[in-house]
């Protein structure tokens, strides 16, 4: 019998940083096998070892299209990411997943994409960016909204640049007030404020909006009013997790476990559930 | 026609499974106000009148109160994995609660949901579950209310009726408990019969409408007050199930074990951000409801409750499951607002 | 002894004095009596008064939901009393704002609890309103650790045998912390795991680590309302290891928690007569 709690043994590739307190890092399967036969959809989760300290859960934000690695990136927050902050490359860290639902790529083929992100929710939006990408003409037009607190909490900025040179791609980029710095090029002010004043045309648009909740409390009612309707807005929710399994009954918000009856979710969805977040 | 054993064939019966090495467990005076199921290592240890129900659970056989998942080895930058050996001694209850043999059944779904837990799978093989039906109960008991009763069969290997005349009628309903007891019994003419079992005092539809409705309500922060915070009710539960998963060991290695764990603790859905989705005892005591009554239910079909009273026995404030429903279901008829 | 609780809560609750009164509850004689919170006059009469009144109540004191309510009245037994001294000493309540009710109180349980057999204080000595009397109050001064005395003339390997089996039974419910009045700590040790000091796992190791960490952090502070030992699913003898620390308190430092408000506490302060015998 399978044991469905021990995870795989994966090298660490790379392991980069991006703000005071953010990294990302790259790593593939040790065992080879295990690294052909490995797939999983964007918007899935994997559960993330470092051994002696215990598992912390990640959205794998690579695109499943890039078959030699995945990705993971993080907040230094706690025991475990305290513990991840300290790799290196060429060490051993554990993952057990894929776990959770996925984005809807196939259902979204053929529409305008907006994806609206703060902070340290870029991670997860950036693999079904790039999964896009790598599926254009799958896809309508793509606009970026990404905003974070200061311009130093900005992440996979490099990648932002990158996007924006890409064709039919709009990058957005703006921080909070007074998280500007002199040289600032990007926008200032509050991310739905920004969605608003964008004008970003909405039409036969599906919408990927991940943040902190007041960031999406604020930017629902703009696309709401721009005509996306709320099956077509889409959101990736978090939750403490432990087995990534839906069997230590901690993730539930209401009746849904997070860990398996998503983490992704439509707005649609998500207002049949109880304030349990 | 019936299958009875006498009480002495079954000691000597007890005495012998443990004789062969296997783990036989069943409720015994631990001391003296002290009542548990514990593992026997001799057969007049095991008591099987003169009580309503022990104090724990029999799900300690089947889902461990720590168990090790695996275990790692760490030498500089090398990480090893390795299996723990699996259990392989067959375990037999004898006198177990019918409410404690029931959750098995019921706990099989979420155990078995889509990944299939390796760990609660070879234990449940490997037990055997010998019920004694009930023929008393208290205050606290309410297996009606959830639709068993004090002889359910659910979860039972075989299911011993007290004759009152120092047999027991044995009804092996399982190939299993037809094998525990090959050759051992008698056929009679007598037959048992299980006490009435509590009056049903809750009307669960209502009590659902309730919850279907209630998210919200402002009643949870009154059915929740006296509340201290702690898991007797959850540890001594025969269906709860949360667990924790953390790595113990030392700079050599150590290994991954998972604990019983509660939803009841304050820190149970805390994230590391900081953020508690559930920070008020209101709430956590709301989802110990709702998930035993609405959600469990509603995913996979069954209560998450048999109606054992443990919770409320345990509980240092008399609360537990029974007086929340009762007083769910007061609300739901009468809005007054008082937990009793 | 009933009325006049009944009647003392009323006139509290109807004339504002206090916006609830924290008492004993029961739902059926002879079944034991748990918290109940009683905001409204009229609602006086579902309080009780009997010899099934355990729970120490003083633990809803530090409890933010019941802060939330308002001034509080509460009902105490003589020990239940003497944790308050012990949270004022420490600063968790404003004893001002709390209105005591002490009953007198002969015994709880049936038998008689073990810390009844040995209890000093029948009689609340610093409650505002004090209801009830007990005939011959015992203040026996020399029998409190006749249980530790006894178990103490076991060898140590006994001693140890019992443990080893007492704590093999800990399922870490952390009841003995939650019903604990003096266990009001934000987030206890055993919680924190940067680095986690105490193991969460219910194996010997980690009960062991648990309830001796316990004990060591009340030493000199736990009042023996034993509040522990009842809530303990396991019917682990939490008193006897309360016993052997509150015992080298009293030896050691000639102190004893909640009997005397004008003492300051052992483990919160400093006195030149300290012993030092351990610095060498």
Redesign the interface.
């Given at each position: 019998m399978t044991n469905i709690y021990k995870p795989d043994l994966m090298e660490v590739l790379q392991v980069k940083q991006h703000t005071p307190d953010v990294k990302s890092v790259r790593i593939k399967f040790q065992d080879e096998a295990r690294a052909r036969e490995f797939d999983f959809h964007v918007g899935q989760f994997g559960i993330f070892s470092a051994f002696g300290y215990g598992e912390s859960t990640f959205n794998i934000c690579s695109s499943s299209n890039w078959k030699d690695y995945i990705e993971f990136c993080f907040r230094k927050t706690g025991m475990v990411t305290e513990a991840l902050w300290r790799i290196e490359e060429g060490d051993t860290i554990g993952f057990r997943g894929p776990y959770g639902n996925s984005y809807p790529m196939k259902e979204w083929e053929g529409k305008n994409l907006i994806f609206i992100g703060g902070g340290i929710a870029m991670p997860p939006i950036r693999c079904a960016i790039w999964y896009a990408l790598e599926n254009r003409e799958k896809y309508g037009n793509i606009t970026i909204v990404y905003g974070a607190r200061t311009v130093d909490d900005l992440v996979f900025q490099d990648e932002l640049d990158e996007w924006a040179t890409r064709e039919r791609v709009t990058v957005i980029r703006t921080v909070d007030p007074g998280g500007e710095t002199p040289d600032w090029t990007g926008k200032v002010g509050f991310v739905p404020t920004v969605v608003e004043e964008s004008n970003i045309p909405m039409d036969n648009t599906a919408a990927l909006v991940i943040g902190p909740p007041i960031m999406i409390k604020y930017t629902l009612p703009i696309l709401a009013k721009a005509g996306i309707a709320d099956e077509d807005i889409y959101t990736s929710l978090e939750n403490r997790m432990k087995c990534g399994v839906g069997k230590c009954g901690r993730c539930n918000v209401g009746p849904v476990y997070v860990c398996k009856e998503g983490p992704v979710f439509n707005m649609e969805q998500l207002k049949t559930l109880p304030n349990d977040m | 026609m019936s299958e009875v054993i006498s009480q002495q064939t079954l000691s000597q019966l007890v005495d012998q499974w443990i004789s062969q090495g296997k783990r036989v467990a069943g409720p015994t005076r631990v001391k003296p106000d002290v009542l548990l199921y514990e593992f026997l290592t001799a057969a007049d240890q095991l008591l099987l009148n003169g009580f309503i129900r022990p104090a724990n659970t029999i799900k300690e056989l089947i889902f461990p109160r720590t168990e090790k998942l695996y275990g790692y080895r760490l030498e500089g930058k090398q990480i090893e994995l390795y299996d723990v050996e699996p259990p392989a001694t067959e375990q037999i209850v004898v006198g177990a609660r019918p409410c404690d043999a029931a959750a098995f059944p019921t706990l099989d779904y979420v155990f078995n949901w889509d990944y299939k837990d390796p760990f609660y799978r070879r234990l449940r093989d490997l037990t055997t579950i010998v019920t004694l039906a009930c023929r008393d109960h208290d205050e606290h008991c309410f297996c009606t209310s959830v639709k068993l009763a004090p002889d359910d069969e659910g979860g039972s290997d075989a299911m011993l009726f007290d004759l009152g005349d120092g047999n027991y009628e044995v009804r092996c309903l399982t190939d299993k408990g037809k094998a525990l007891f090959a050759g051992a019994t008698q056929s009679s003419d007598k037959v048992g019969k299980a006490g009435p079992g509590p009056e049903p005092s809750i009307d669960l539809d209502k009590v659902k409408q309730f919850l279907d409705t209630n998210f919200e309500s402002p009643q949870w922060q009154s059915l929740s007050l006296r509340c201290v915070g702690c898991g007797a009710c959850a540890y001594t539960c025969p269906t709860c199930h949360c667990f924790d998963i953390v790595d113990e060991g030392n700079a050599a290695g150590g290994a991954r074990v998972r604990n019983w764990d509660a939803c009841q603790f304050s820190m149970f859905t805390m994230h590391a951000s900081g953020h508690n989705p559930r920070s008020d005892k209101s709430q956590r005591q709301r989802q110990r409801i709702m998930h035993k009554f609405q959600i469990y239910p509603d995913k996979f079909g069954e209560i998450l409750c048999t109606g054992c009273g443990n919770c409320t026995r345990n509980c240092p404030v008399s609360l537990g499951v029974k007086p929340v429903l009762e007083a769910i279901q007061e609300i739901a008829t009468t809005e007054t607002i008082e937990t009793k | 002894m009933l009325n006049q609780l009944h009647e003392t809560c009323r006139k509290l609750l109807e004339d504002g004095t206090v916006q609830v009164v924290i008492g004993y509850g029961q739902?059926?004689p002879d079944?034991?009596a748990?918290?109940?919170?009683v905001t409204r006059p009229e609602?006086v009469q579902?309080l009780v008064w009997n010899n099934q009144c355990f729970?120490n109540l003083t633990?809803y004191l530090t409890r933010k939901?019941?802060r939330a309510m308002g001034k509080p009245a509460i009902v105490v037994k003589g020990c239940d009393e003497k944790t308050l001294v012990v949270l004022e000493k420490e600063s968790q309540i404003d004893r001002s704002q709390i209105v005591v009710i002490g009953m007198a109180c002969s015994a709880v349980g049936n038998p008689p609890l073990a810390k009844c057999q040995a209890c000093e204080v029948h009689m609340p000595r610093f409650a505002d309103a004090t209801i009830g009397q007990v005939e011959n109050p015992a203040s026996e001064t020399d029998g409190r650790y006749a249980d530790l005395e006894a178990f103490l003339q076991k060898t140590p390997a006994d001693r140890m045998a019992y443990w080893m089996n007492e704590l093999d039974?800990c399922?870490?419910?952390?009841?003995c912390?939650?019903?604990c009045p003096l266990c009001y700590c934000e987030t206890c040790i055993v919680?924190k795991?940067?680095p986690?000091r105490i193991?969460?796992?219910?194996?010997l190791k980690?009960n062991y680590a648990w309830h001796i960490t316990r004990a060591f952090h009340l030493a000199a502070r736990c009042v023996g309302c034993d509040?522990c030992t009842?809530?303990c699913?396991?019917?682990i003898d939490l008193r006897l290891l309360n016993l052997s620390v509150a015992k080298a308190a009293e030896t050691d430092f000639g102190f004893r928690a909640g009997m005397d408000p004008e003492v300051e506490p052992v483990v919160g302060s400093y006195s030149e007569q300290d012993k030092e015998g351990f610095i060498r």
């Open positions: - | - | 739902s059926s079944t034991p748990y918290p109940i919170f609602d579902q729970g633990t939901e019941v039974r399922v870490k419910c952390y009841a912390r939650q019903v919680d795991n940067r986690q193991d969460t796992s219910p194996t980690g509040e009842r809530a699913p396991a019917g």
